[in-house]
């Protein structure tokens, strides 16, 4: 087979998201080109009917505008299940009722310490929009919550949580709200890693019976991943969101799509760093199933790739 010669790309006021990311897949532009191949497999994942697809990520991108985009790929009811982290819960809840702002990575933090400022990066989170903001929401919602049972898993109360702000004036925006709207489970596997996490602890020292209990979200998992007749993951980030996706993949004889964003290096041997290949390897990716490792910053990448398979 003779190979294709590389192509100019040409950009116009006319050019759009999708012919802009097909026109890499002739560019021979290194990430680019692995761009337009994740495009192609993200369109022949969302075209087949008989697979479940999970959306993964960690919760720093929630702090950004990419919020956005995860909130309208959940509307399009074409995604089935989220594997995420806690901090998504907490930046999610947290920007329905306060504003988080655009900083730069460059800024003091000794200031923004002595300010009552984090710093995520280049995004400036204020004492009263994270922690504080969520313990005063929180406690009466956990409160109505623990009037109905005792004992909940992570996902039936990610659920519940969804249903109890949905009528927030910025509900909309959030990506729990329109999960609980379309019944999609929102697993966190580290559900005591973050702020709400925290709140449910404090919780628990004034009421004893109440409990987390995970193992009812590795049932859900198990069902859902055996249930369905082909199995697709989005991984965006790595880390618990995107092992728990791989992990569970195995004991249904791999993912048949795998698209992979990271910024992860490979040498290190890290789970973040591992490319889809390696998933082949446990079992976690099928030998024939499609994919593809995009190496670069899902705050760019998503919109992109998003926008391209609409």
């Given amino acids: 087979m003779e190979p294709e ?3 100019d790309l040409r ?3 006319r050019t759009t998201v999708r012919g802009l990311v097909d026109g890499f897949a002739d560019a021979g532009g290194f990430t680019a080109q692995k761009l337009a191949v994740a495009a192609d497999i993200t369109r022949r994942m969302l075209a087949d009917q008989q697979c479940q697809r999970i959306v993964s990520f960690p919760a720093a991108i929630v702090s950004t ?3 956005g985009v995860l909130r309208d790929m ?3 009811g074409k995604v089935q299940a989220l594997i995420t982290t806690c901090g998504t819960l907490d930046h999610d809840l947290a920007r329905i009722w306060k504003d988080y702002y655009q900083g730069t990575f460059e800024m003091d933090d000794t200031e923004l310490h002595h300010r009552g400022v984090h710093r995520l990066g280049s995004v400036l989170v204020p004492q009263e929009s994270y922690g504080l903001i969520l313990e005063e929401k929180l406690k009466p919602l956990l409160e109505q919550l623990y009037k109905q049972q005792a004992v909940w898993g992570p996902a039936e109360l990610i ?3 969804g249903e109890a702000v949905q009528h927030e004036p910025r509900a909309e925006d959030s990506i729990l709200v329109q999960c609980a709207k379309r019944r999609i489970p929102v697993f966190v596997p580290g559900i005591t890693d973050g702020a709400v996490g925290s709140q449910l602890w404090l919780f628990r020292q004034r009421h004893r019976d109440f409990g987390i209990d995970v193992l009812r979200d ?5 069902d859902f991943v055996h249930r369905a007749p082909k199995l697709g993951a989005l991984m965006l980030g790595g880390g618990i969101s995107k092992h728990h996706t791989i ?3 195995q004991f249904r004889d791999g993912l048949d799509y795998a698209v992979y964003i990271t910024t992860a290096q490979e040498s290190d041997g890290s789970l973040s760093g591992a490319r889809t290949r390696e998933a082949i390897s446990w079992g976690k990716l099928k030998e024939e199933g499609s994919h593809v490792t995009v190496e670069g910053d899902v705050t760019v990448l998503l919109p992109l790739l998003w926008g391209a398979v609409q």
């Fill in 5 to 7: 010669p590389v192509r």
């Fill in 11 to 13: 950009v116009t006021p």
């Fill in 65 to 67: 505008g990419t919020r």
């Fill in 74 to 76: 959940v509307a399009s």
């Fill in 159 to 161: 659920q519940a949580l």
């Fill in 218 to 222: 590795e049932q859900q998992l198990s």
């Fill in 247 to 249: 992990w569970w993949a």
